[in-house]
């Protein structure tokens, strides 16, 4: 049986249709006229640089059946990673890396800087979240077989992220320069200092010398805050190039749909 259709509710009357007036037809709506504006301009912006077609490249991409919540986990990482960016420049503004600075001026943004304590906690909690994320993410790609062919080169670029990462922790901690910083970088560089015939020369590379001194700090700042984030920030590129270029892997409780058409020629 089918139901009576309920009546509609009545439409405000600033929202009714207004009867046409001579003249209308050629009157714009002026959120159309915004419209037209923001058309008008990428228009003139792919005319010179023809920036659309890879836009849609990269946006337009066929995308597996069974696709979920675990993909979503790369996308994460680089959200944590833009997160740690931007609280950074934030940072840097205030922060000096000179052994007798360091440590007074972290102090400054915690206490007396505006949001200054809120930024910190950001960008130090936001380098666990980026690691855990890093991890759950490269998790992922291995349980689903991700990493074989033809992913095997995106795989070896993750793994140069993990490391790179694992770089901006150990660069990170010292910076405060507080007791526990010190003691863990010293601890750190030591341990680097055992490994096999680089070993020592990492250590002295990272301490600027024989000996943990002023050099090290800023070496470490320059290390945090512009070799590595730009090394990342070039292979997170060449990572995503790749994702756009070679697809998402389908999940691997999922079977290939059986061509019946392919199946009976090969018969
Ligand atoms: C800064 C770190 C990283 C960022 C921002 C990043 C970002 C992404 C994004 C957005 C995707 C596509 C969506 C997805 O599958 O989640 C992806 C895919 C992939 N990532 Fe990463 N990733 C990072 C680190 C890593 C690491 C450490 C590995 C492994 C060692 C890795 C291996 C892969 C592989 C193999 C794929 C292809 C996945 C597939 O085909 O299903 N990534 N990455």
């Not at 840097?92 to 890396?97: E, G, V």
């Not at 901690?173 to 910083?181: E, H, N």
């Amino acid at each position: 049986m089918r139901l009576p259709s309920l009546p509609k509710p009545p439409v405000p009357k600033r929202f009714q249709d207004k009867p046409a007036r001579p003249g209308d037809a050629d009157k714009i709506h002026p959120l159309e006229q915004v419209k037209e504006a923001g058309i008008s301009a990428a228009d003139w912006v792919d005319e010179r640089t023809a920036l659309s077609g890879g836009l849609r490249w990269v946006m337009f991409r066929k995308v597996p059946k069974g696709t979920n919540w675990f993909y979503t986990l790369g996308s994460a990482t680089l959200f944590a990673f833009l997160s740690q960016a931007v609280t950074g420049v934030v940072l840097a503004m205030y922060y000096t890396p000179s052994p007798t600075q360091a440590y007074e001026s972290a102090r400054h943004i915690t206490n007396d800087v505006f949001l200054g304590e809120f930024v910190r906690g950001m960008h130090k909690w936001g380098s666990s979240v980026m690691v855990i994320l890093i991890f759950l993410h490269m998790g992922r790609t291995f349980f689903f077989g991700a990493y074989k062919y033809p992913r095997e080169l995106n795989w070896i670029i993750g793994v140069v992220l993990v490391i790179l990462t694992f770089v901006m922790s150990l660069t990170g901690y010292l910076l405060p320069f507080d007791q526990r910083s010190y003691w863990a970088t010293i601890v750190a560089a030591n341990i680097n200092g055992t490994g096999p015939l680089v070993g020592p020369y990492l250590s002295d590379f990272l301490r600027g010398g024989a000996d943990f001194g002023a050099t090290t700090l800023s070496r470490f700042y320059a290390i945090h805050m512009l070799l590595v984030p730009g090394l990342i920030a070039a292979l997170i590129g060449a990572h995503l190039y790749l994702v756009a270029k070679l697809g998402t892997t389908a999940p691997p409780w999922l079977r290939a749909d059986v061509d019946e058409k392919l199946r009976e020629e090969q018969v």
